[in-house]
């Protein structure tokens, strides 16, 4: 949910539909609700629902239809623009769902996006943090996550990875199957990608694929974004400038991995699997020996994709292969 033009049919076209960027600006209005069912993950089936932003649709929502809306969410994204004109009536309009989401689905979590990030001149971190207190005032005692985002970076892979990761029912368990193949692979770390939006379903790293708490984070001049090929995947490397962002790197990391790693290489493989695509031929998997590090991308089950990472030198690409092989059927 969130006001008409805030950004909501965007993304989901771009993680969902696969569509790049530039084709958003093209996309009309939302009428009503459009409801999508993304098959994830085997049985898991997400049922988005995109609810046009019009005032009219909004008052519709919160007065005859409030019981259709509001029951059984199992999470509810509300979008704010970063520079909206009309602040307070944007608060008011998300208040009042908040109040019918605690009424008829008090399970719900509340994820806020703070959209179009890259409309704000840098530094945007300030920004987004004032943004986040106003909300935070906004939703009185209801636990919300913010995230800035933006279509332009991988930001948005960012908050959508952390939403998904709450509806997966069995994320723990994944995590620590992708444990047992990076102890048997001797790789630094594996990550598990949904096969269609490439967004982190888990990681064999113990926490969360991206941390819960509002990433102050700066975020790339969008060009820096929409330049980069796969070769960036390097995030996995020892290296850790990338445009303008601000990184806080684990001094007990060895191999100091940057901490949007995840995100961006989700952007990264859509944007490459687009560009297959343009020619024509169908994006499979991916392979690279650099000289500190090893990585294999490769199908792992019908609807996911696993990236294993190995900084030892002796790990060859073939045997990471062969292990992806062979723990399919674990997975499946
Ligand atoms: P309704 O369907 O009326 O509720 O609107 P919506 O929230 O679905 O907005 P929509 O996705 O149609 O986007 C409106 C405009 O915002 C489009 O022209 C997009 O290109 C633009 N837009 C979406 N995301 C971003 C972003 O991150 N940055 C910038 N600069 N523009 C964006």
Redesign the pocket.
């Known amino acids: 949910m ?10 989901r076209s771009l993680i969902f539909s696969n569509n790049p960027a530039s084709l ?2 093209r ?1 009309g ?2 009428i009503d609700v459009e409801q999508n069912h993304v098959r994830f993950l085997g049985d898991l089936i997400l049922n988005l629902w ?1 609810c ?3 005032d009219a649709f909004m008052d519709s929502y919160l007065s005859t239809q409030q019981s259709t809306i509001f029951q059984h969410v199992g999470v509810l994204i509300y ?1 704010f623009e970063v520079e909206s004109r009309s602040v307070q009536r944007d608060l008011e309009y998300y208040t009042e769902c908040l109040q019918a989401l605690r009424k008829f689905s008090p399970d719900a979590a509340v994820f806020l996006l703070v ?5 704000v001149r840098p530094p945007r971190g300030p920004v987004l943090e004032k943004k986040t207190a106003e909300l935070r005032a906004a939703s009185g005692d209801t636990e919300i996550t913010v995230f800035g ?4 970076d991988e930001s948005l892979y960012k908050a959508w990875s952390r939403i998904v990761h709450t509806l997966i029912p069995n994320a723990s368990v994944l995590t620590k199957h992708l444990g047992k193949l990076a102890d048997a692979c001797n790789a630094t770390e594996v990550v598990l990608f949904e096969r269609t939006t490439f967004l982190v379903i888990a990681t064999s790293s113990q926490q969360p694929p991206s941390p819960p708490a509002p990433a102050p984070s700066d975020l790339p001049p969008a060009s820096a974004a929409l330049s980069s090929t796969p070769s960036s995947l390097s995030s996995f490397g020892s290296h850790t400038e990338h445009g303008s962002l601000v990184h806080q790197e684990d001094d007990n990391d060895p191999h100091k991995l940057e901490p949007t790693r995840y995100e961006r290489t989700s952007e990264l493989i859509k944007a490459f699997k687009h560009s297959c695509t343009r020619v024509r031929e169908e994006f499979h998997a991916l392979e690279m020996e650099l000289a500190d590090f090893t990585a294999v991308l490769d199908e792992l089950t019908k609807n996911t994709y696993v990236l294993i990472v190995a900084h030892d030198p002796t790990v060859e690409t073939a045997a990471l292969k062969m292990n992806i092989r062979l723990a399919r059927k674990k997975f499946e």
Request: proline letters at 0%.
């Open positions: 969130g006001a008409s033009g805030s950004g909501k049919t965007s993304m958003t600006t996309l209005a939302t995109d046009g932003g019009q979008v959209h179009k990030m890259d409309l985002t933006s279509i332009y």
